[in-house]
Structures are given as structure tokens and as C-alpha cells.
């Protein structure tokens, strides 16, 4: 009994030490990916101030064909709204709100995923050259939750490479429509 006793007091020493740690992690996650798109900021604009155009190039959107989606507000900008719902793990459910617009530079989105959290992301637009930079965010408060701030750790890289394949996949579709229009 003396070899059971040492082994839980182990395990509760460990599990203390673990949550002692992550009060040392950061206490929020940032998530960045950039590319220059072949285009204005005015070619690439429309695509992001209108959250039913971004379907067209989410990385998310075909993931999931059974996903239901209502969307609310005005037709871009400022108060269009998106709520989906998904049983696919890699989609989920919740709501994505754009709550700043500035003509051709920015759009700010604030993300609601239910009992998973809140975050933001943000899309920059900036001329490059004869082009456009592009640069999408996402930024989440982690809390004091010790879980989240482990996970925090993880995001870039689950994260990362949707943003990378959503960039991809605008950077065809305003390039594909620049081209068409030439």
C-alpha cells in the first residue's frame, strides 16, 4: 500500500508542477501568414469585406458539404454576420462577426465559438510593388486556463497552415478574376 500512496502522491505532485508551469506560458496566442497577391487592394477587398465571398476561398469551407450556414446583417462589412454549424471536428460551430472595415486596408472579424471561446482575426491589405500584401491574423486570449495555455502553444501550427491554404486559394481566385477582366 506504501508503493500506491507514493505513485498518487507522484501523480498529484506532477499534475500541480504541469498548471504551476502554464501560469509561465503566455497568456495569449497569435497566429500571422502573409503573400502578395498580382492585384490591387481594390481587386482584393471585395473578397474580404463580404463574408459570403469568403467561402469562395476559406480554407475551411469545403470541409465540411453538410455544413449549415445563416448569414445576417448588411451584405458586406461593418455587422455582417455568419453563423455555421458543423459536426465536422476541423469546422465546429459558432459565429463570425465583421466589426471593422476600412475601405481596401482592413477587416476585423470577432469569432465566437461557443464553449471553445472568443477570438479575432484581421485581414491587412497593403500595396506591394504592382501588387497587394496580404496579411491574416488571429489573436486569442488564453486566460488562466491552464489547458488553453498549453494548447496556445499549439495554434501556430494548427492554425498556420489553413491561413497558408486560404492565401493560397485567394490569391488564385483574385488573380484568376484580375486576369479574366484583362
Not at 32 to 45: C, D, G, N, T
Request: hydrophobic share 40%; glycine share 10%; proline share 5%.
Amino acid at each position: 500500500m506504501k508503493w500506491l500512496k507514493r505513485i498518487v502522491i507522484g501523480i498529484i505532485a506532477i499534475v500541480a508542477a504541469l498548471a504551476a508551469v502554464s501560469f509561465l506560458l503566455p497568456g495569449s496566442a497569435h497566429v500571422e501568414r502573409s503573400l502578395e497577391i498580382a492585384a490591387s487592394p481594390s481587386e482584393v477587398f471585395p473578397l474580404v469585406n463580404d463574408l459570403r465571398r469568403t467561402q469562395e476561398w476559406s480554407p475551411w469551407a469545403n470541409r465540411d458539404p453538410e455544413m449549415t450556414q445563416e448569414y445576417t446583417g448588411p451584405d458586406q462589412g461593418v455587422g455582417q454576420k455568419v453563423a455555421w454549424q458543423s459536426d465536422h471536428p476541423e469546422v465546429g460551430s459558432g459565429t463570425q462577426t465583421i466589426v471593422a472595415s476600412e475601405t481596401d486596408r482592413h477587416v476585423k472579424t470577432a469569432l465566437d465559438f461557443g464553449d471553445m471561446g472568443a477570438a479575432t482575426a484581421e485581414i491587412d491589405l497593403a500595396p506591394a510593388g504592382s501588387g497587394t500584401s496580404v496579411t491574416w491574423s488571429f489573436d486569442v486570449d488564453l486566460g488562466m486556463n491552464p489547458v488553453m495555455r498549453y494548447m496556445g502553444l499549439m495554434f501556430d501550427g494548427m492554425i498556420g497552415p489553413d491561413y497558408e491554404r486560404g492565401l493560397a486559394s485567394l490569391k488564385a481566385l483574385v488573380e484568376s478574376q484580375a486576369g479574366a477582366e484583362n
